[in-house]
T-cell receptor, first 113, second 118 residues
Framework: TQLLEQSPQFLSIQEGENLTVYCNSS?????LQWYRQEPGEGPVLLVT?????EVKKLKRLTFQFGDARKDSSLHITAAQPGDTGLYLC?????????????FGQGTILTVHP | EPEVTQTPSHQVTQMGQEVILRCVPI?????FYWYRQILGQKVEFLVS????????KSEIFDDQFSVERPDGSNFTLKIRSTKLEDSAMYFC????????????????FGPGTRLTVL
């Protein structure tokens, strides 16, 4: 069974601070996705990383895929209250797994004004 | 922007009853999925579906569950005899490509159906 461990589980910071969320596994993945989920809603795709070492930026969010494709990080610069939410990483093992995504347990981010 | 839609948003049922959850995937997508999320727990994969058949299913997806694409737009999840532990958010997702060919699998999720079994 492939597991994705996210850390930290909870993060409470002040507006303007920087933060990093980590997603780690002992397994290699063909791709990894970051989602954001609001209460009572479905996960919304933020980014997909595919290549080991890949870095993608989405405004103040920077996503990195580890060289070995086993881990990823999400860095937010100058966090704003609008960034508050649940951030999920999810990975696809590839191979014979037809698109099955394995999710991490999520990081609940609260940004205080 | 195209999106996955799900109905109903909330379904309340009695234990032992059958429920059908409905999804309309993004129109040009070929791969469809169901996931569930029990309150406070991880999102869990249930089943993937392609070319009118199940591609993969998890241990959760036992004989009580079935999926169907009854027409060109809908994708349904049926639970034949609901149990209390089936109470969860059920998410439908769809994708255009799959990781099996080494190509990126970007799955887009619907807003979910909250199933409450009493």
């Amino acid at each position: 069974t492939q597991l994705l461990e996210q850390s930290p589980q909870f993060l409470s910071i002040q507006e303007g601070e920087n933060l990093t969320v980590y997603c780690n596994s002992s397994s290699v993945f063909s791709s990894l996705q970051w989602y954001r989920q609001e209460p009572g809603e479905g996960p919304v795709l933020l980014v997909t990383v595919v290549t080991g070492g890949e870095v993608k930026k989405l405004k103040r969010l920077t996503f990195q895929f580890g060289d070995a494709r086993k881990d990823s990080s999400l860095h937010i610069t100058a966090a704003q209250p609008g960034d508050t939410g649940l951030y999920l990483c999810a990975a696809n093992a590839g191979g014979t797994s037809y698109g099955k995504l394995t999710f991490g347990q999520g990081t609940i981010l609260t940004v205080h004004p | 922007e195209p999106e996955v839609t799900q109905t109903p948003s909330h379904q309340v049922t009695q234990m032992g009853q059958e429920v059908i959850l409905r999804c309309v995937p993004i129109s040009n997508h070929l791969y469809f999925y169901w996931y569930r999320q029990i309150l406070g727990q991880k999102v869990e994969f249930l089943v993937s579906f392609y070319n009118n058949e199940i591609s993969e299913k998890s241990e959760i997806f036992d004989d009580q569950f079935s999926v169907e694409r009854p027409d060109g737009s809908n994708f349904t999840l049926k639970i034949r005899s609901t149990k209390l532990e089936d109470s969860a958010m059920y998410f439908c997702a769809s994708s255009e490509l799959t990781g099996t060919s080494g190509r990126v699998d970007e799955q887009f999720f619907g807003p979910g159906t909250r199933l409450t079994v009493l």
